[in-house]
C-alpha cells in the first residue's frame, strides 16, 4: 500500500513541481499538500474537517492551520509538579474543541432545516446529549490520580467543558489506560480522548496504534504525561508545557487577585511545520488562548525563576 | 412467567445421604490418606456425638447419636472428624449450582438436600425417570451417594426420596405414596413423633382419616399443614436459591468444549435466540449471566452489564470477549464445558431500533463503548460526575458508573444555577481525594492567607492571593460537619495555582488549633 502510494501520485506531480515558471511559494504549498496525500494513504493522518485553531496566529501558522483532529499529540509537562499546567493546557484545548463541534453544529443547522428536527428528535430519543455534542473520555491511571487529583467537575464546567459530556475511565495498569485509549479512539461518538499515564517510555508501536485509531475515529487524542519524553513516536505533535506567572510586574509584593492562567508552551516535535516557544494566556471565559508578550518572558526568566533556569 | 400451581408443579427431591463423609472421602482420596471407617462427630451439649457415619462404619453398627467415646471402643481402628457445617454447606450450595442445569428453580434443602423444581423440564432430558436416573449418575460420578424422587409436591417428593418412595409419583397419587411412609417423611420434629407414637399413630395412612380438629388442638397446625402440603391440598411454594432469570437460552454440548473461540461462538448463537424472544416481548437485555459448567460440577459464571437495552447478538458477544479477556486465566475450562447457558438477569422494555437520527447512533455508539470498557476494566472503573447538592467541595461531585447513567439527569443545570445565584469563586480542575496536609505555613496574620508553605517537600512561596472563601461545615450533619474552611486560591513564583484551605479558625484556638490543607490544582 505505501509504494503504490509514493509511485502513482509522486511520478505524476514530480514533473510539475520543477516547471520554472511556478513561484516558489505556490511550490511549497503543492509539495505540502502531496505530503499529505502520502500521510493520508498511511493511515495516520485522516481528513477530519478543519484542524482545531488555537487562535494564535503564531502557533497556528506553525501547526498548518491548527491542531490536527484525526491525530495524537503528546501534552508532557516540564516537571511533574507542572503537570496542573499541562493539564490546564489539555483541557483548553478539549474545550476549544467542544465549542467547535457546537459551531459546526450550528452552522448546520441553518444550513438545513431537517437536520434540527432529527436533532430534536434524538434529543429526546438520548434523553441528555444534545446532537453534535462528542463525548471526552480521560482514562488515567489510578496513580496519577492520587498523585495529580481527580477531574473536579465544577472546575471543568467553568474551564468550559461541560461534565455531562464527559466520562472518567480508571485503570490500574498504563497497558489498560492504553488499550482503552485505542478503544475510545476509534469510537464515532468520541470527541476527545484525554489520556493520562506516568510510565515513562511508550513504545513507538504503542504510539502508532494510537495514532491509527484516531484517524480512523477522527478523535481528537491528547496524551498527558508527566515528564517531557524524547522516544521516538507517531504523534502529530509533541508539546512541553510549563507554568508561567501570570503577571512578572508586580513581584516585590504579593497581590491580591489571581489574573488567567498563563502558560508556557513549547512545541518540540511538529510533522507540519517548525518548532516554537510562547508564553500564552487560557481565557477560560471566551475560551481561547492569546499571547503573553515576549519581552515579558525574557524578563521574568531570567530575573524571577533562578531555579527554573538552573533545570534548563 | 413460572407457574406454582401444584397441580401442575412437579418437584426432584435430591438426598445426599453421606454428605460430609463423601465429601471427607474426597478429600483424602486426592491426599492419598487413609481409608477406614469413617464417622463426623459433633457437640450436642458437652457429649461428643457421631453425626454422620459412612457405609463402612454402618456397616460396623455405628449409627448417627451414638457417643464418640462409646464408637470408640467399640472400633479403635475408627477415624473421627470433627463436624464442619460451613465446608458442608459450601458443598451443598455448589451442589446445588451445578443443579441449575436441570432446572432455574433450585432450593437447597437445609443440612442435606436439594430440591429441584422440574415443571415442563422433563422432556428436554427424555421423561422424568430419565432425568432422575441422569442426574443420579451424575452425582455418584462426582463421589456422593444420593437418593432421588419426583412427586407433585415438595413434601411428597421429600418423604419419597428419605424413606424409600416410589422413585416417580404421578400427579394425585401421594395419597397412596404416602399412607405406608412413617410420620418422620412429613418432616415433623422428633417430639411430635414421638408423641403421636405413644397414640399408637406411627404412619401416615393413620393419619388421613382422622377427625381434623382434635389433631390441631393436641399437636398444633404445623402437622396439618405438613400434612396438606404433602398431599397437595395446600400451596406450598419453592423459594428459589438464586432469582430466576426472565430470560435463558441454554445448549449441551456431547464433546465438551475449552476454547475461547468456541464459549464466543456459542455465546453469539445462544444469544440470536434470546433476541427472538426479546424482541417479541418488546425487551432489551440489562445484564447478562454465561453460566459455563465444567464436566468436573464446577459452574462458571461471568456477568455483564449494559447501559442500554441491548438485543444484537454481535455486540453481546463483544461484551463477552473483553470479560473473558479480563478474567484471563480465572475461568479454567478443565476438562472442559458440557453445557453454557445465557440468562438475562435483568430486561428492560427497548424502543424499536431508530434509524437514521445522527444523534441517536452516536449515542447508542457511545453506550457500546462504555460497555466494552465497563466490562473489561469493571463497572465502577467507567464514570459520570453528578453534582451532588452539597457545599462541601469533595461531595459536591460523585462518580457513578457510567452504564447506570445513560442519558440520566446529572444536576449540572442545578449546579450552574447555583453558582451563578451565590456567585461561587473559582474551583480546581483537579481535586486531591483527601486534602494533604501542608507543614511549615507562614501568615502574616493568623487568619490570613499563606505567605510561603512546604508542601511535598517543596517550598512555595506565594506571590498571589485571591480569598478567604469561608465554607462552613454543615452542623446537622456528622459526615459533613467538620470545622469551618477557609479557601484560598494562590499562585507561587513558578506560575502554580493552588487551592488550599485552613480547617479551623483562630478564634476556637482553645478548642483545637486550626491546620492547613492543599485540596486542589488549578493550571
Known amino acids: 500500500m505505501l509504494p503504490m502510494a509514493f509511485t502513482t501520485p509522486c511520478t505524476a506531480t514530480a514533473r510539475a513541481a520543477f516547471l520554472p515558471t511556478e513561484p516558489s511559494a505556490a511550490r511549497i ?284 | 412467567v413460572w407457574s406454582s400451581v401444584s397441580s401442575s408443579q412437579r418437584i426432584l427431591s435430591l438426598w445426599l445421604e453421606r454428605l460430609s463423609t463423601d465429601r471427607i472421602a474426597q478429600q483424602w482420596r486426592d491426599a492419598k490418606g487413609p481409608s477406614q471407617p469413617l464417622v463426623v462427630f459433633g457437640k450436642r451439649g458437652t457429649l461428643d456425638l457421631l453425626v454422620a457415619v459412612d457405609a463402612a462404619a454402618e456397616r460396623l453398627g455405628l449409627r448417627n447419636g ?107 397419587g401421594e395419597r397412596t405414596l404416602l399412607a405406608p411412609l412413617p410420620l418422620a417423611a412429613l418432616r415433623l420434629p422428633h417430639e411430635t413423633v414421638a408423641a403421636l407414637a405413644r397414640l399408637g399413630l406411627q404412619r401416615i395412612g393413620d393419619l388421613l382419616d382422622l377427625p381434623r380438629a382434635p389433631l390441631a388442638a393436641r399437636f398444633g397446625t404445623d402437622l396439618l399443614r405438613n400434612l396438606d402440603r404433602a398431599l397437595g391440598r395446600e400451596d406450598e411454594p419453592l423459594t428459589p436459591g438464586r432469582p430466576v432469570a426472565p430470560y435463558i437460552a441454554e445448549k449441551s454440548f456431547p464433546e465438551p468444549i475449552a476454547r475461547e473461540e468456541d464459549v464466543l461462538a456459542t455465546v453469539e448463537r445462544l444469544a440470536a435466540r434470546l433476541k427472538l424472544a426479546l424482541t417479541a416481548r418488546g425487551d432489551g437485555a440489562r445484564s447478562l449471566e454465561l453460566a459455563l459448567f465444567r464436566t468436573d460440577g464446577a459452574v462458571k459464571r461471568i456477568t455483564a452489564g449494559t447501559s442500554r437495552p441491548l438485543r444484537d447478538p454481535a455486540a453481546i458477544r463483544a461484551l463477552f470477549v473483553e470479560r473473558l479477556a479480563a478474567l484471563g486465566d480465572e475461568i479454567d475450562p478443565g476438562f472442559g464445558f458440557d453445557l453454557a447457558r445465557l440468562s438475562v438477569v435483568v430486561a428492560e422494555p427497548c424502543p424499536d431500533e431508530q434509524i437514521g437520527l445522527a444523534g441517536g447512533e452516536d449515542q447508542a455508539e457511545l453506550d457500546r463503548l462504555v460497555d466494552r470498557l465497563s466490562a473489561r476494566l469493571g463497572r465502577t472503573r467507567v464514570a459520570r460526575l453528578i453534582a451532588q447538592d452539597s457545599h462541601i467541595p469533595e461531595l459536591a461531585v460523585h462518580a457513578l458508573p457510567a452504564q447506570s447513567t445513560a442519558g440520566a439527569e446529572l444536576g449540572w443545570d442545578a449546579f450552574r444555577r447555583f453558582r451563578t445565584d451565590v456567585g461561587l469563586s473559582p474551583r480546581p480542575l483537579r481535586l486531591l481525594a483527601t486534602p494533604e496536609p501542608i507543614h511549615d505555613l507562614l501568615a502574616l496574620v493568623p487568619d490570613g492567607p499563606p505567605v510561603r508553605f512546604r508542601w511535598r517537600r517543596a517550598w512555595h512561596e506565594v506571590i498571589a492571593v485571591e480569598g478567604p472563601e469561608r465554607i462552613a461545615g454543615a452542623w446537622w450533619s456528622e459526615e459533613e460537619g467538620g470545622p469551618a474552611r477557609d479557601y484560598f486560591q494562590v499562585e507561587d513564583r513558578a506560575g502554580l495555582r493552588f487551592w488550599l484551605f485552613r480547617a479551623g479558625l483562630y478564634r476556637d484556638i482553645a478548642r483545637a488549633t486550626p491546620r492547613w490543607f492543599l485540596h486542589g490544582m488549578n493550571a
Open chain 2, 66 to 172: 451414638i457417643a464418640l467415646a462409646q464408637a470408640r471402643a467399640m472400633h479403635p481402628a475408627l477415624t473421627a472428624v470433627p463436624q464442619d457445617q460451613a465446608a458442608d454447606a459450601r458443598l451443598l450450595d455448589a451442589l446445588a449450582d451445578w443443579c441449575q442445569r436441570y432446572t432455574p428453580l433450585i432450593a437447597a434443602d437445609p443440612s442435606d438436600g436439594i430440591l429441584l423444581d422440574i415443571s415442563g423440564c422433563a422432556h428436554l432430558f427424555g421423561g422424568e425417570q430419565k432425568l432422575r436416573d441422569d442426574l443420579l449418575a451424575r452425582v455418584r460420578c462426582f463421589g456422593f451417594s444420593a437418593r432421588a424422587a419426583i412427586a407433585s409436591t415438595i413434601g411428597a417428593a421429600w418423604a419419597a426420596a428419605y424413606f424409600d418412595g416410589a422413585a416417580v409419583t404421578p400427579a394425585g
Open chain 1, 29 to 312: 504549498e503543492r509539495l505540502r499538500q502531496k505530503l499529505f496525500s502520502v500521510e493520508r494513504a498511511t493511515g495516520l493522518t485522516a481528513e477530519c474537517g478543519l484542524p482545531l485553531e488555537l487562535g494564535i496566529a503564531a502557533i497556528d501558522a506553525a501547526l498548518g492551520g491548527g491542531l490536527g483532529c484525526g491525530a495524537l499529540h503528546e501534552i508532557a509537562a516540564e516537571r511533574e509538579t507542572q503537570s496542573p499546567a499541562a493539564t490546564g493546557f489539555a483541557l483548553a484545548v478539549t474545550a476549544r474543541a467542544a465549542r467547535k463541534s457546537l459551531r459546526f453544529l450550528d452552522r448546520e443547522a441553518f444550513c438545513r432545516p431537517f437536520c434540527r428536527l432529527g436533532g430534536n428528535a434524538s434529543a429526546h430519543a438520548g434523553g441528555r446529549n444534545s446532537p453534535g455534542r462528542r463525548a471526552v473520555l480521560w482514562i488515567a491511571e489510578d496513580l496519577s490520580l492520587c498523585e495529580n487529583g481527580a477531574p473536579y467537575g465544577p472546575g471543568l464546567d467553568a474551564a468550559g467543558i461541560a461534565p455531562e459530556e464527559l466520562i472518567t475511565v480508571t485503570a490500574t495498569r498504563a497497558r489498560d489506560v492504553l488499550w482503552a485509549m485505542e478503544e475510545a479512539l476509534r469510537c464515532r461518538a468520541v470527541g476527545v480522548v484525554i489520556g493520562e499515564i506516568r510510565a515513562r517510555g511508550i513504545n513507538a508501536v504503542a504510539t502508532r496504534r494510537l495514532s491509527l485509531a484516531a484517524a480512523a475515529g477522527g478523535t481528537l487524542g491528547l496524551l498527558l504525561r508527566t515528564a517531557p519524553d524524547d522516544a521516538p513516536c507517531a504523534f502529530a505533535t509533541r508539546w512541553i508545557i510549563g507554568a508561567a506567572p501570570s503577571s512578572l510586574l508586580a513581584t516585590a509584593e504579593r497581590r491580591h487577585g489571581i489574573g488567567p492562567p498563563r502558560l508556557a508552551v513549547r512545541l518540540v516535535r511538529n510533522r507540519r511545520g517548525h518548532l516554537g516557544a510562547w508564553i500564552v494566556e487560557w481565557s477560560s471565559v471566551e475560551q481561547r488562548f492569546e499571547l503573553a508578550t515576549h519581552s515579558e518572558l525574557m524578563a521574568g526568566a531570567a530575573i524571577d525563576r533562578p531555579h527554573r533556569a538552573a533545570v534548563a
